[in-house]
């Protein structure tokens, strides 16, 4: 891992969130932890939602449990989901469009003895942040993380480059996971060849 990271500006998010999705690929989630120490995984898979998405939270209009998609870009919109688990998104575009991208996987490159605990009914390594719900709960991200600002280097979760790329052909877009509307869009966004990058999996109910 390359030693001078840079944390991602605002206007990184301020585009188009199918850009924002492919481009993050390869970026760097920092989790500082409480005692200072920072675990840090590198991102290999999203989706991307918009409000003209029937498959986002927001595509009914705002609400106050959606109300952090609407911009300002670049803060955390973390919601509780199927009564298991938490996923992390990220808002993008111009304020007051609702867009945001979902962090699905990735690859855990320091922090293990944090993030180990966190996901002890794993065996693998690979499976440690494998899926937005282990994702979220290796990095202790909850509801209250939501609102977030990950472009302040002091927030306690932002998002960094460390100079380190996919390749254009490694990175492979398909069909969202597990949504019923909407489910053949490609938004779904990865790095080929990675074993962190979850299984896809397709609603039982898709396009009904």
């Not at 705002?62 to 998609?69: A, D, F, G, I, S």
């Not at 979220?136 to 600002?149: P, Y």
């Not at 100079?163 to 877009?173: E, H, Q, S």
């Amino acid at each position: 891992m390359h030693a001078r990271r840079a944390v991602l500006d605002r206007a990184f998010y301020d585009r188009p969130v199918l850009q924002v999705a492919a481009d993050i690929l390869g970026k760097v989630v920092v989790r500082r932890e409480d005692d200072g120490s920072q675990t840090i995984a590198r991102l290999v898979e999203t989706e991307a939602y918009h409000q003209s998405d029937p498959a986002s939270h927001s595509y009914r209009g705002r609400t106050p449990r959606n109300e952090v998609m609407f911009g300002p870009p670049g803060h955390l919109y973390v919601y509780f989901t199927y009564g298991m688990h938490h996923c992390m998104n990220i808002a993008c575009e111009a304020e007051g469009v609702a867009a945001a991208v979902l962090l699905r996987a990735a690859v855990l490159l320091a922090g293990h003895d944090y993030v180990r605990p966190r996901r002890s009914a794993v065996d693998r390594d690979r499976d440690l942040l494998r899926g937005p719900g282990r994702l979220t709960q290796g990095l202790a991200v909850a509801a209250d993380h939501s609102g977030v600002d990950v472009t302040d280097a002091g927030s306690p979760l932002r998002v960094e480059d460390d100079g380190w790329r996919p390749a254009d052909d490694a990175v492979v877009t398909g069909p969202r996971t597990g949504i019923r509307l909407a489910a053949d869009q490609p938004w779904r966004f990865w790095v080929a060849g990675v074993p962190e990058v979850s299984r896809y999996a397709r609603h039982p109910r898709a396009g009904s």
